[in-house]
């Protein structure tokens, strides 16, 4: 599936800083819209239509901050929106539109991913999952040293079995953790890298990158999706790019994609055609620098849907001259 010029681009904010340890990311929906993301996808002929935030009332006010929050409140937030995203975002791809996420922290992909794989599921049409992020976020309750879920979506999506009860219900999905490849790490924790190696989970990292080159990396990612006919999620962390472009984000580690880097990688993702649903996370506009990660992520959003220096080929051109 590609974002055609006839299908609608749906966006759904999920205003959430819940899974994080770091107070901020809840306000990412509404700073990329101020930073321009609508009027970007409007320049490129695309139908837009904005479905506003999904968020969970505020709690009585506290002199805690968000990150002191009881673990069981800040998990019941995470939850609420995950089945509410799902929902939603199974309603916009049964629609025939093409649903771009905004938010949040990444505990959001709980639900976003799981909207495109019951989607999928009685199509039988193959989920596969490009993580970009600087980590793997396929922790569990057990082996997370933060306890933090925005570092959890990929474990539970995937199948693991720490998680208890409260994650399951009729939202849930789930993604074969063999279609997932994880886009740009440098960071990962000692049990959690055990668990991606056993369940065949794909990394490039940087140093891949840095060695193969990021044409080479996205590509094997496309030919894969490809190949099985599958619908691709792209799930977009702001971490993923190096914290000199990109300062707005509550995770940074030195090292990450390029400006440039980061552009190829959507414009060859737009150009593949099999690119079906978008997450864009952890956006942080409190530790942002004058909205300069903003601006950088709705111009890579731009990107993703086909905006380009020159535009479309306009065919041969002919030229006159003067006898």
Not at 31 to 40: I, T
Not at 78 to 83: I, M, N, Q, S, Y
Not at 91 to 101: D, Q, R
Not at 148 to 160: K, Q, R, S, V
């Amino acid at each position: 599936m590609s974002p055609a010029r006839t299908q609608r681009i749906d966006i759904l904010g999920i205003a959430t800083a819940s899974g994080a340890s770091v107070r901020g990311c809840g306000m990412g929906p509404e700073a990329l819209r101020v930073a321009g993301l609508l009027e970007a996808l409007v320049d490129l002929d695309l139908a837009i239509a904005d479905h506003g935030d999904l968020r969970r009332p505020h709690p009585d006010i506290s002199t805690n901050p968000a990150s002191a929050r009881l673990p069981d409140e800040r998990k019941a937030d995470v939850l609420d929106l995950a089945a509410r995203a799902s929902d939603a975002g199974l309603a916009i791809l049964e629609a025939g539109n093409f649903p771009v996420f905004l938010g949040g922290d990444h505990s959001i992909a709980m639900g976003t991913l799981s909207a495109v794989a019951r989607h999928c599921l009685p199509k039988r049409k193959p989920v596969h999952v490009i993580w970009i992020d600087a980590h793997a976020d396929y922790n569990t309750p057990e082996t997370s040293p933060s306890g933090n879920l925005h570092g959890m979506p990929l474990a539970l999506l995937c199948g693991e079995k720490e998680f208890d009860d409260s994650f399951r219900g009729e939202w849930l999905g789930r993604i074969d953790p063999r279609n997932v490849t994880i886009f740009g790490a440098r960071s990962i924790d000692r049990d959690e890298r055990r668990l991606v190696q056993a369940r065949g989970v794909e990394v490039v990292d940087m140093r891949k990158i840095d060695q193969i080159g990021v044409v080479a990396a996205i590509q094997r990612v496309i030919d894969k999706a490809k190949a099985q006919g599958a619908h691709l999620h792209v799930s977009f962390d702001v971490d993923s790019i190096d914290p000199a472009i990109a300062p707005g984000g509550g995770t940074l580690v030195p090292g990450g994609l390029t400006y440039r880097e980061a552009h190829l990688v959507m414009e060859m993702l737009h150009d593949s055609g099999v690119v079906g649903s978008l997450d864009v996370v952890e956006l942080n506009p409190f530790l942002d620098h004058g909205g300069k990660t903003a601006t950088v992520m709705v111009d890579l959003v731009a990107s993703l849907f086909g905006r380009s220096v020159i535009g479309e080929d306009p065919g041969p051109v002919e030229f006159v001259t003067e006898a």
